[in-house]
Nanobody, 125 residues
Framework: EVQLVESGGGLVQAGGSLRLSCATS????????IGWFRQAPGKEREGISA????????YYADSVKGRFTISSDNAKNTVYLQMNSLKPEDTAVYFC??????????????????WGQGTQVTVSS
């Protein structure tokens, strides 16, 4: 059974940091890319970052570039999203998802096959 489990969300003040984790199981980690998406109330889901487990290639949306860093620990089948300099507009439910690398980089949610349940991030002003 494929599973992706996010953790690390919470409440933080503007300017603070959080590190999200996405623990995966049930598929060959090196064969997939893992993406992070977020969805704020009343807004569409936004793809913000992705990483290819096999070669470490990464993608960042402009909205998070320079503030967020994605990384993977292949021994633990886990992907991390280090979020620094958080802003109130980063408040959202954050999801990780998995897909084949060739389908990952457009950050289109329909191209991702497996999803976690999400973790809430709230940034207070």
């Amino acid at each position: 059974e494929v599973q992706l489990v996010e953790s690390g969300g919470g409440l933080v003040q503007a300017g603070g940091s959080l590190r999200l984790s996405c623990a995966t199981s049930g598929f060959t980690f090196d064969d997939y890319a893992i993406g992070w998406f977020r969805q704020a109330p009343g807004k569409e889901r936004e793809g913000i970052s992705a990483i290819s487990s096999s070669d470490g290639y990464t993608y960042y949306a402009d909205s998070v570039k320079g503030r967020f860093t994605i990384s993977s620990d292949n021994a633990k089948n886990t992907v991390y999203l280090q979020m620094n300099s958080l802003k109130p507009e980063d408040t959202a439910v954050y999801f990780c998802a998995a897909t084949e690398p060739r389908r990952a980089w457009g950050m289109i949610d329909l191209e991702y096959d497996y999803w976690g349940q999400g973790t809430q991030v709230t940034v207070s002003s």
